[in-house]
């Protein structure tokens, strides 16, 4: 299975801070790659497909790069509605695999 | 609008079958997409587990392969999870999510079920 190490585990940021989020995979997955955002109670939801293809309805504060096995999401000003849980995932390859979740709280 | 709803029992007993159902409104099962279930653990791990396809073809974890099955029903636009021999490690939240093909993203997902193993 490919592994996703996401890092860090948590994080805080001020309001208006830009953050950023890692995902490292174990071997190349060609930018099949995918971050979710989960708040307590809800599913998660889409936030960029590709590495780097903003979903439709999702703030362009969000935004995602990287290829080969190096990924990030980059939230810029930072707002109050954005803390949550995140995750990546990897559609490369199956069996499909996230990384283990990164939380996001205001400071 | 599309939506994704899961149902089915919230307690199992050890060595019993899991068994949920997920619905889907808005939009048919049979016209394009994977049809997937996901687990979420207890301290956030996330599984996926496995997918039936538009076809009806299916694709399961072989960390799950012995135990797990996934049907549907294209009249009533329903997939289904099954999951024999639970254990208490199987205590999770579920999730039914469709996957696009080709792309292999979930955009669109239930809002899950808890399923605690327990006697």
């Known amino acids: 299975d490919i592994q996703m190490t996401q890092s860090p585990h948590s994080l805080s940021a001020s309001l208006g801070e830009t953050v950023s989020i890692e995902c490292l995979a174990s071997?190349?997955?060609?930018?099949?790659l995918a971050w979710y955002q989960q708040k307590p109670g809800k599913s998660p939801q889409l936030l960029i497909y590709y590495a780097s293809s903003l979903q439709d309805g999702v703030p362009s504060r969000f935004s995602g790069s990287g290829s080969g096995t190096q990924y990030s999401l980059k939230i810029s000003n930072m707002q109050p509605e954005d803390e949550g849980v995140y995750y990546c995932?990897?559609?490369?390859?199956?069996?499909?695999?996230f990384g283990a979740g990164t939380k996001l709280e205001l400071k | 609008e599309i939506q994704l709803q899961e149902s089915g029992p919230g307690l199992v007993k050890p060595s019993q079958s899991l068994s949920l159902t997920c619905s889907v409104t808005g939009y048919t099962i049979t016209s394009g997409y994977d049809w997937s279930w996901i687990r979420k653990f207890p301290g956030n791990k996330m599984e996926w587990m496995g997918y039936?396809?538009?076809?009806?073809?299916?694709n399961y974890n072989p960390s799950l392969k012995i135990r797990i099955s996934i049907n549907r029903d294209t009249s009533k636009n329903q997939f289904f999870l099954q999951l024999n021999s639970v254990t208490t490690e199987d205590t999770a939240t579920y999730y039914c999510a469709r996957c696009k093909i080709n792309w292999e993203y979930f955009d669109y997902w239930g809002q899950g079920v808890m399923v605690t193993v327990s006697s």
């Open positions: 039936i396809s538009n076809s009806g073809s299916t």
């Open positions: 071997e190349g997955i060609s930018n099949y």
């Open positions: 995932q990897q559609g490369y390859k199956y069996p499909y695999t």
